[in-house]
């Protein structure tokens, strides 16, 4: 048998982060053939939690949902097959692989159990919570190569529970970039589970009517990778949601910042991808191509940043600046001593209501400090004691308390080498994964030829989602919009509209920091990565919106001239 003779391996998501959808992993299960099933359980506030989880108990410091529901599925996955490959493990990756031995042995099921470690660089980052490398997908394929069945990992890349189980099947090695950067594409579209097959889609509006219900349980997506690298994206039958380019698009463009989507085993380059539709609910994904990772991991630092305590004042009917300004006049003396306290007026009332909900407007107060004195009972008490004392109308959305901790995420990079990643076999032995041996310090590609300008033609003001999707998220304090469109002819006016100028036109939020636009030509989308404007990550709930999930449907709300040949 010749590599190309090897069958492809299909390759299922249950999980796109710790709280996903329960039974997921029964649904993928049973509803069609499948060769490894993933679950991603991890991102930067869930480590966070995590540290906090296992400082409270030593032994925990994993998702623990995973175990429930392995409870209910293993002896299904064993009849079947099926090998599970998980981050579950997030800070205490053996002690999982631990217990799900004992779930094994108490249920009677003969299943081999395999983790990796390593990534904990939290010994040598005084002062973290946890601090963590992102591995890469290799010590997932040795694991997968000497026979273990279920692979628990703490923080690898996301993409990395779909190499690592591909280079096992395709007999891959380092070095063999443009296969295994498919393979990243295909783990970055399977990451996040149904925002792949119809979840959190931009035209959900249209979709929806053109097949009424389908949309209200997505199934999760799973991979057909071939040897090549190549994949097909797809879902069981039956499922709800769908799968096309759109979908696609819009997972691709998700939490991503630039062409060249680094990691260790392989830098993808986003700007060469090609998507086409391979029949109902099948996207074909090709043309990807793969260069040397950089010679350094990325480090996950969590640390706790201090006390944070909010209030939201509900002011209704006549005079809604006025009231605010009285609010916030009297809080002055209670705030005196916070270190960082921000008020925000949301305008959600409407003249001459016909409820009392929709005649009401909320101004938030949010406090942070170092210490928990200030932004505790002294704060909610001053808040408290205004009730008899302030506007017309006073109350608050709910009693104010003590101050809670919050945390705060940064990058921190080390090279490979200082990173010993093992993976712990099923009979006990260890087995150093060697790091990348060829790397390139990692640069932006040139900027790619853009289309030529339409011609003039007539416009009108309309809503920018009218003609484009777009999907956004967070990564640490920065913030990313993706934005695509549907048309060549669109794509022609888009390139030229939607500037960095013309961003921050739009979204005044953006005005005063750095926003750097990132054109991919293939995917008829534009790329904006935003710096700082979530703070100091998702921990310290920065904004209204701290993870910036809805960045880019407010962006689709906002108004500019379109050609009318375009609506």
């Not at 296992?54 to 623990?64: E, T």
């Not at 973290?128 to 273990?148: K, P, T």
């Not at 003590?402 to 093992?422: I, L, M, R, T």
């Not at 048309?487 to 921050?504: C, G, K, M, P, Q």
């Amino acid at each position: 048998m010749t590599a190309s003779d090897v069958r492809p391996l299909r390759i299922g998501n249950a999980s796109g982060f710790y709280g996903d959808r329960f039974d997921a992993l029964r649904e993928m299960l049973t509803g069609g053939e499948l060769d490894v099933l993933t679950g991603d359980y991890l991102a930067e506030l869930t480590m966070l939690i995590l540290g906090r989880d296992r400082l409270k108990d030593p032994s925990g410091g994993y998702a623990r949902t995973f175990l429930r529901q392995l409870e209910d599925c293993l002896g299904l996955a064993h009849e079947r097959g099926v090998k599970i490959v998980s981050n579950a493990g997030g800070l205490n990756p053996a002690g999982l692989a631990r217990r799900v031995r004992e779930l094994a042995d108490r249920l009677g099921i003969p299943v081999r159990v395999a983790h990796i470690e390593g990534d904990d660089l939290t010994a040598s980052h005084p002062g973290s919570l946890a601090a963590h490398a992102y591995l890469g997908g290799f010590g997932i394929a040795e694991c997968l190569r000497q026979g273990a069945d279920i692979v628990v990992t703490g923080r690898v890349t996301d993409a990395a529970l779909v190499t690592g189980p591909a280079a096992a099947h395709f007999g891959w090695q380092p070095g063999e970039y443009d296969r295994l950067a498919g393979a990243v594409v295909a783990g970055h579209v399977l990451e996040c589970g149904t925002q792949a097959t119809g979840g959190n889609y931009a035209f959900f509006a249209e979709t929806f009517a053109k097949t009424p219900g389908d949309l209200r349980r997505p199934g999760f997506p799973f991979a057909e990778i071939h040897e090549d690298g190549t994949c097909v994206i797809t879902k069981h039958p039956g499922t709800g949601g769908l799968v096309d380019v759109g979908t696609v698009t819009a997972q691709l463009l998700y939490e991503t910042q630039g062409a060249r989507y680094a990691g260790p085993d392989v830098t993808a380059r986003l700007d060469t991808i090609g998507l086409t539709q391979d029949g109902p609910d099948r996207v074909r994904v090709e043309g990807v191509r793969g260069e040397a990772p950089p010679p350094t991991l990325k480090v996950g630092l969590n640390r706790l940043g201090g006390f944070r305590n909010e209030v939201a004042f509900v002011l209704t009917g006549l005079d809604i600046e006025a009231k605010a300004a009285l609010v916030r006049e009297q809080m002055e003396p209670a705030l005196a001593k916070v270190t960082d306290a921000r008020w925000e007026l949301a305008r959600t009332d409407r003249p001459d209501a016909d409820t009392e909900e929709t005649a009401s407007a909320l101004l938030r107060l949010v406090v942070r400090d170092p210490e928990e004195a200030p932004v505790g009972r002294a704060l909610s008490g001053a808040a408290v004691e205004l009730a008899l004392a302030s506007y017309p109308g006073f109350h608050v959305l709910v009693p104010p308390g003590k101050g809670s901790p919050y945390g705060v995420f940064e990058d921190a990079y080390v090279p490979q080498g200082e990173v010993a990643h093992v993976a712990v076999l099923p009979d006990g032995r260890r087995i150093p994964v060697a790091p990348a041996s060829e790397t390139v310090v990692l640069e932006e590609p040139p900027q790619p030829p853009l289309p030529e300008p339409p011609p003039p033609t007539p416009t009108r003001r309309a809503p920018l989602g009218l003609v484009a999707g777009a999907r956004s998220g967070d990564k640490g304090g920065n913030a990313n919009v993706g934005v695509w469109v549907r048309s060549d002819e669109a794509w022609r006016w888009l390139a030229h509209t939607l500037t960095v100028e013309r961003f921050r036109e739009l979204l005044p939020e953006t005005a005063d920091l750095t926003v750097v636009r990132h054109p991919l030509p293939n995917l008829r989308a534009l790329n904006f990565v935003v710096e700082g404007i979530l703070g100091a990550g998702v921990a310290a709930q920065h904004r209204f919106d701290p993870q910036a999930k809805a960045l880019g449907e407010w962006l689709r709300s906002r108004h500019l001239d379109i050609p009318e040949d375009l609506l």
